[in-house]
């Protein structure tokens, strides 16, 4: 906001309407003292008289010096009777304000933003049917899918853990040791025939000599996966 020259009058003067206008008006900005209207400078009997440089408040401005001389531009040209009335008058002061340039683009970047606030406001509640159908959707698929994944897997993993207990070395060795033992007894089983006289010789010749084949090669592989093991 923008503080006009003779915004401070004399307390002997009358004060036009309810109270002091400087009870509304914006004590923030200052104008340079160099660009005070030609027309502030009345006689001591006139109602206008604006405070001296001395004895105006000090406060910081943050009007930069064009804008400061964009609005001076606009006041040097008014009468007396136009700049008390933007100084009494709240609707004068207002439409004034309004018309300045810099609240111009203020304005209309604020109305912008509020545009696309709104914008994006009507997008996020369109969108919000299309969020509710994928958090069912997930819910969905965390009840049943998620669930029957997890009980294959459990299956996988269980299938696994017997996998490798039944090709674990330890296994494996009793597997072979259990063959051997079988093949053993099938020895002793022929040659009981033999000795029974329920097989002839050639028969038991051949079948005995496959079945020490086999006992020996499966007594070489346990020796060896045996001997591995434990070096």
Do not use: C
């Amino acid at each position: 906001m923008f503080k006009f020259w003779g915004s401070q009058e004399q307390q002997a003067q009358p004060r036009p309407q309810d109270g002091s206008p400087q009870s509304w008006y914006p004590p923030s900005v200052v104008s340079p003292s160099s660009s005070r209207p030609s027309t502030s400078s009345l006689s001591s009997s006139g109602s206008f008289n604006p405070t001296r440089p001395a004895e105006r408040p000090q406060s910081p401005s943050h009007v930069s010096p064009a804008e400061a001389a964009s609005i001076i531009a606009l006041l040097k040209d008014k009468s007396i009777d136009e700049l008390r009335r933007l100084l009494s008058d709240k609707d004068a002061y207002h439409q004034f304000l309004l018309a300045i340039d810099q609240v111009k683009i203020q304005n209309k970047i604020r109305d912008e933003l509020q545009m696309e606030t709104l914008q994006l406001a009507r997008e996020n509640l369109e969108k919000e049917p299309r969020i509710m159908e994928l958090k069912n959707q997930s819910r969905i698929i965390r009840t049943t899918e998620l669930a029957a994944a997890q009980e294959k897997l459990h299956e996988l993993e269980k299938q696994k853990e017997e996998l490798l207990k039944f090709y674990s070395p330890g296994s494996l060795l009793h597997r072979l040791q259990e063959a051997m033992d079988k093949t053993e007894e099938e020895s002793e089983m022929l040659h009981a025939q033999l000795l029974n006289k329920e097989i002839d010789t050639s028969a038991f010749v051949q079948k005995y000599k496959k079945l020490r084949t086999t006992y020996h090669r499966r007594a070489l592989v346990h020796l060896a996966a045996k001997t591995s093991s434990f070096g």
